[in-house]
């Protein structure tokens, strides 16, 4: 019998959509690559309906009844082996279309999930550090094995429950082309934030809306690099602090106790632990890969965060031009952004250092590993504190 190669898999893109006839055009011609395309139109008043019944997407109408709910319901009329979500701000550039072609070709063993990186074009122009580029989407996945928490007003994403794919094409994100579009959604988000938390007590309320933006306008500016956008980046970071603290300010109407959930609710910790290594010279790099791939061998996911040189073996790398805090801290927040980290494994007391300069956010729930502690020993106790098994 003659070798035949697998057949690739098939995806489904799923948009939801209300009033979009001005942007959903060129967001479906960007996914004529794709098998199925599945529109969710939430009760537009304008041809958004139409234009994507013409594109060939299949068109499912349905009253809107929040983000994680539609995007349910694009999920539940979907067929495909894949689901890739995009909004109609969106644009799936073509190396991402490549790649995810690649991935469907040759599917990955033990991740259902991939991770997208989300270039934000803000005024017209792509940012960078300012908008923590490269702001990892889990936009595509495996058809039944996720759904979104319907909790959320906001901030819908889907949890990983595993080994996460990331991938290097680039999601194209279309924000405010104008300073009014800007400033209007500035103050849409904050609304819809402001829903998941109750009344915030004297200190709470000064913390959300004075000491927590004010920390982070400083910090994503200076320390993650946001100025390097110029001014752009400048008024995209201002304007989520602003929206921050405004989110608190209108918690403020309303009843209960508790402070507001914050921008980017931190996922559950599921599946296997998660360990990312940090080396800054080459020789480092090669004696921490080593005891990754042990723990990998062990059930661990795993990574290795390390400078421009050096050979980690089998182990997935993100490399930094130089060994930096704030270089360092954009690759771990890149890493954390995949899949929450469980615990750090550090070569030395050069990265011990550097860490100790780095958000409480970024050192991992488990705290740091030395390279001496047995990857056997270290994986079953991270299970136990941080799964309960």
């Known amino acids: 019998m003659p070798y035949c190669p697998a057949l690739r898999e098939s ?9 979009e006839e001005r942007r959903l055009p060129a967001c479906l011609d ?3 690559f794709c098998d199925e395309v599945v529109v969710v139109d939430g009760g537009s008043r304008d041809r958004t309906a139409e234009l994507a019944r013409e594109a060939g997407a299949r068109v499912v109408e349905n009253p809107w009844p929040g983000f994680a709910a539609q995007r349910n319901v694009a999920l539940d009329h979907a067929s495909g082996d894949w689901i890739l979500e995009v909004d109609a701000d969106e644009r799936v550039s073509p190396p991402l279309a490549a790649e995810i072609e ?55 994403g889907l949890w990983p429950d595993g080994p996460v794919l990331p991938l290097a094409g680039e999601l194209e994100h279309l924000l405010a082309s104008s300073w009014r579009e800007a400033l209007t959604d500035a103050v849409a988000y904050a609304r819809l934030e402001s829903r998941h938390g109750g009344r915030p007590g004297p200190l709470g309320a000064l913390t959300g809306t004075l000491l927590r933006p004010a920390a982070k306008l400083l910090y994503r500016t200076l320390a993650y690099g946001g100025w390097r956008d110029g001014p752009r980046g400048l008024v995209r970071i201002a304007l989520e602090c602003g929206s921050d603290a405004l989110a608190t300010a209108l918690s403020l109407r309303a009843g209960g106790t508790g402070a507001p959930v914050g921008r ?59 060994a930096g805090p704030a270089a360092l801290a954009r690759a771990l927040d890149a890493e954390e ?6 615990a750090l494994v550090l070569a030395g007391a050069r990265e011990r250092l550097a860490l100790r300069l780095l958000p409480a ?6 705290g740091p590993l030395r390279q001496s502690e047995d990857p056997g020993e270290a994986v079953s106790r991270l299970q136990s504190d941080l799964r309960g098994r």
């Open 11 to 19: 995806l489904t893109a799923c948009v939801i959509a209300s009033d």
């Open 337 to 342: 952004q995949i899949r929450p980290i469980d």
């Open 264 to 322: 980017g609710q931190r996922p559950p910790r599921l599946g296997p632990v998660r360990v990312v290594g940090v080396a800054g010279g080459a020789a480092a790099a090669g004696r921490v890969g080593e005891w990754l791939e042990a723990a990998a061998r062990l059930g661990a996911d795993v990574s290795l965060v390390c400078g421009p040189s050096g050979d980690p073996g089998g182990v997935r790398t993100r490399r930094m031009r130089h």
């Open 361 to 366: 956010s970024l050192r991992g729930a488990g």
């Open 102 to 156: 690649a991935l469907l070709a040759d599917p990955p063993a033990r991740a259902s999930m991939a991770a997208i990186p989300m270039r934000d074009v803000f005024l017209g122009r792509p940012l960078g550090p300012s908008a923590r580029y490269p702001r990892y989407r889990h936009r595509l996945f495996r058809r039944g094995a996720f759904r979104h928490d319907e909790s959320r007003a906001v901030h819908e």
């Open 30 to 32: 960007s996914l004529a």
